[in-house]
Structures are given as C-alpha cells and as structure tokens.
C-alpha cells in the first residue's frame, strides 16, 4: 500500500481512502439481471391493500424520544435541517455510493443485504460512531429512505449517551431472548426518518448469540416491513472485539474507518481479513485533527470552514 498525500482534495473520502492505502475495493456490483430488479416489487414488499382495506403499519412499538439539536452540533453531528457544512457534504457523496450498492439502478443490481451497512475501523477511537451516526442522519434526510441506526458495540455502546437518550432494551436482549420481539427495542426520534436499536445489555456470550441461526431471524425483522429502511451497524473494533467478525456475514457492506495519520497498513490489512464474512468494502477516510474551535473533518482536509 503506497501511502499517498491525504491532505489532496481530489475525490470523494471514500477515493482518497482507497488511494492512501492503495485499496482496490473487491466490489464489483452484480450484474443487472433481467427485468432491472428496481422494475421488480421488493423481496420483502407488503402487498399493495386492496382498496378500502388498511395499509399495514410500520410495525415500531418502543417509545418516541427528543433527539437534543445542542448536543448533535456540540459533537460536530450533522444537524437536521441545519447549515451545509464541509461534514455534511462529504456524507452527501458517501451516502450516494452506499444507497447505489444498496438498491442498484439500471446499470447494476443491488447487492444482496446491500441495505445493511457496517461502520467499522482497526481500533477504538477511529471515528466509527462518529462515522455511523452522520452517515444515519444523512440519509434520514433523504425523502425515499428511512434509516435504523443499530449501537451494535455491546461492549462499549455510546449511540444513545451521544444523542443524550437514556437505556433501553436492545439488540443484545432481542437475541438472547426469543420472547423479546426486536421491533420492541426500537426507539422512534423526532427526526423524521431515523430510529435507534440500542445494543441492549451485554452478556459473556455476545458473539455467541450473534453467530447463532437466530441473529439472520431478528435482522430480517428490522426491515421486513420497511423496503425503505436502510439499516447502520455502529461496530466495536475489529481488531478488539470478536463481535465485528460475525456482524459482517450478516451485512451487505462494510465501510472501514481509517485514520490516515494512525491506522497502519498492517493493522488496516488485519482488520480486512477478520471482516471477509462481507465481500463489499469500503475505506472511509476521517481525520481527527479536530479542535473545540470547530475544525472538522472536512475543514481538516482543506475545506472550508
Ligand atoms: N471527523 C471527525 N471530526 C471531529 N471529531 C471526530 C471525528 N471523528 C471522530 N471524532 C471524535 O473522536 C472521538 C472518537 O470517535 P468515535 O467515538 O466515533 O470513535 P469510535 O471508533 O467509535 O471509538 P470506539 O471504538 O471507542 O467506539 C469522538 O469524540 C468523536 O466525536
Ligand atoms: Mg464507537
């Protein structure tokens, strides 16, 4: 891997990822089979109701909860319906390729559970959850998709201390126990389009209950009612926490969070051989070199403030 200036502004963080590590992602989309799926009802669509009758709900039956905007801005999230900035439009572009493996067009077919999205990285403290969360918020602005952000860390969750919400029953607990039905655990926000699963309690077993015939069960749930949903896996490190191994056999990408000053070629190439269970990944590029004075991200790699 040739390390590459990652300070040039050309491409997308997903291209100058790709460049500094010299990762030639082994992705090819599927070919388009014949009629174009999108021509296709979904796999998963509810039937059309017949007229007069009523249309089936989206089944979401936990509680609904104030997503603080103050908190989302302090932590350079995303802020719905706030001002461009450098973060949102790079999540802009990265979005775009993930929703196109997601859901294919007339030129390649979606990828199989190319509507389940890992967000991943080496080590701790990469941008992971940072990555997840805007990435969540971006496409829960989108008019056609609705988006489930899942903490799938269960070790170390922060997807609810992040948005100021407080514990919950979550995926874990759905797992663990087949009388929870996992629409349960869902929490409804007040931003339209995005919902959370939390990761529930941790048990000594958790990569054992992810790996076992259950898991594929209570993930096609998440969105078998919701062809639209789109559906974020906020990892732990895949280099500390086995659980990051067995996520990938059930998602349909991987995007793989690399720091390009501290990820190191090895660590990066290790990382990739525990997540092959996916064969769709990406490299994200993210920068930390972040002040309390509002240097984000984009700003990091040139953009304006
Ligand atoms: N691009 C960025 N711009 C600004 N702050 C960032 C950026 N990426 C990460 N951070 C901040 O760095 C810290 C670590 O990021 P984050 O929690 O997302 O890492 P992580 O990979 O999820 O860590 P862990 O493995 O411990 O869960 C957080 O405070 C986060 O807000
Ligand atoms: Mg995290």
């Known amino acids: 891997m040739n390390k590459h200036n990652p300070l040039s502004k050309s491409g997308s963080l997903l291209e100058r990822a790709a460049q500094v590590y010299d990762y030639m992602p082994s992705n090819a989309a599927p070919p388009v089979p014949n009629p174009a799926p999108e021509l296709l009802p979904p796999e998963n669509a509810t039937a059309p109701a ?60 979606p990828l199989p559970h190319g509507e389940r999205i890992l967000i991943c990285s080496a080590h701790p403290d990469e941008g992971k959850t940072f990555c997840a969360m805007n990435l969540a918020l971006s ?50 926000t007040d931003i339209p389009g995005l919902a959370i699963l939390p990761a529930g309690d941790q048990t000594n077993a958790d990569t054992e209950y992810l790996a076992s015939s259950r898991t594929a069960e209570v993930l096609n749930r998440l ?41 190191t070629e090895t660590a990066l ?10 064969d769709h990944i990406q490299l994200l590029l993210n920068g930390t070199k972040f002040s309390p004075t509002g240097r984000r991200f984009g700003s990091y790699y040139g953009y304006g403030e």
């Open 139 to 188: 496409i829960a602005a989108e008019k056609d998709n609705e988006v489930l952000l899942v903490d799938a860390d269960f070790a170390k969750p922060s997807i609810l201390s992040s948005l100021g919400l407080e514990g919950n029953k979550g995926l874990m607990d759905a797992l663990a126990d087949p009388a929870l039905p996992v629409e349960n655990c869902i929490i409804r």
């Open 223 to 263: 969105t078998q009612h919701n062809p639209n949903r789109i559906v974020i896996f906020d990892s732990p490190p895949a280099l500390s926490a086995s659980p990051a191994s067995v996520l990938a056999t059930h998602v349909g990408q991987v995007l793989m969070v690399v720091k390009a000053d501290e990820t």
């Open 269 to 278: 190439r290790d990382a990739l051989s525990l997540l092959a269970g996916c």
């Open 50 to 109: 017949a007229p007069g009758m009523p249309v089936p709900a989206t089944r979401y039956d936990g509680p609904t909860v104030i997503v603080d905007r103050d908190k989302l801005r302090e932590a350079g999230f995303i802020v719905p319906n706030g001002p461009v900035t450098g973060i949102s439009e790079e999540f802009r572009i990265i979005k775009r390729q993930l929703l196109l493996s997601a859901k294919g067009n007339s030129r390649q077919g």
